[in-house]
């Protein structure tokens, strides 16, 4: 487990290694701990390096130690599944009660890492939103510009209601004055899930036009194209957005 994570930290991808790995941490996992058993699948995930039979290996131990995982293992384990496109519904459910009872020791990164897990995977739980949703708002102002996105991004993509979540980061300080931090796939990924969500927020589509204009050159195809769907789908007109973006295109 430290090997693999090694060099997923460095992010080092070495795939005779991880192969050669593979099978003897199968034949080991009862001896891995939860954070061993987090650090395994964070590795293979991180340097995308594919291995169904670990995963499903990893799924059923995971199942036999879920009163031992922390936050960090749990949000680790959530990601690294959905990250490689595995999935595992009878983990996920039981990681999710998990998670639900050990809320308040989900930090930011957690909870953002966590929901889109969830979201990317495409398993549904509403209990664990409403339960992050009010974990988010306590702890708003720690959140990263990409935590922000990647959050609000995971309940439009989940279709999970969270106006208050949502009126939370809109109107708040935090997520205004790092707007200015935000990197382009941000930009587009907070305006693609506040349209699809159906929530309309003015001053904050205001707030990220004027600051998309100043990295219109930073934008790739696919970021202008949620932008302007976004724009179009909240009805909320973008003058000098519109032309900065046809100017580049």
Do not use: C
Not at 71 to 93: E, M, R
Not at 96 to 125: L, R
Not at 178 to 192: G, H, P
Not at 220 to 244: M, N, T
Request: proline share 3%.
């Amino acid at each position: 487990a430290n090997t693999v994570w090694a060099y997923a930290t460095v992010e080092h991808s070495f795939p005779k290694l991880f192969d050669a790995i593979l099978s003897e941490a199968t034949e080991k996992l009862d001896d891995f701990n939860s954070q061993e058993i987090a650090n395994t699948v964070w590795a293979y995930a991180t340097v995308e390096h594919s291995s169904p039979e670990l995963f499903d290996a990893i799924s059923n131990k995971a199942m036999e130690k879920l009163d031992t995982f922390r936050s960090q293992n749990i949000d680790n384990i959530v990601w690294a599944f959905a990250k490689l496109g595995y999935t595992s519904t009878d983990l996920f459910d039981a990681l999710s009660h998990e998670a639900i009872e050990k809320i308040d020791t989900f930090n930011s990164q957690n909870i953002a890492s966590t929901v889109w897990a969830y979201s990317k995977a495409g398993h549904k739980s509403p209990e664990l939103f409403d339960a992050m949703s009010l974990q988010a708002i306590e702890k708003l102002d720690t959140f990263s510009p990409q935590g922000i996105a990647n959050t609000v991004w995971a309940y439009a993509k989940a279709g999970h209601s969270s106006p208050e979540l949502f009126d939370a980061i809109a109107h708040g300080t935090t997520a205004m004055e790092k707007l200015d931090t935000f990197k382009s796939q941000e930009i587009a990924n907070t305006v693609w899930a506040y349209a699809k969500a159906g929530h309309s927020s003015p001053e904050l589509f205001d707030a990220i036009s004027h600051g998309a204009i100043k990295k219109i050159n930073n934008f790739k195809s696919q970021e202008i194209s949620s932008i302007v769907w976004a724009y179009a789908r909240a009805r909320h007109p973008s003058p000098e957005l519109f032309d900065a973006i046809s100017l580049k295109v």
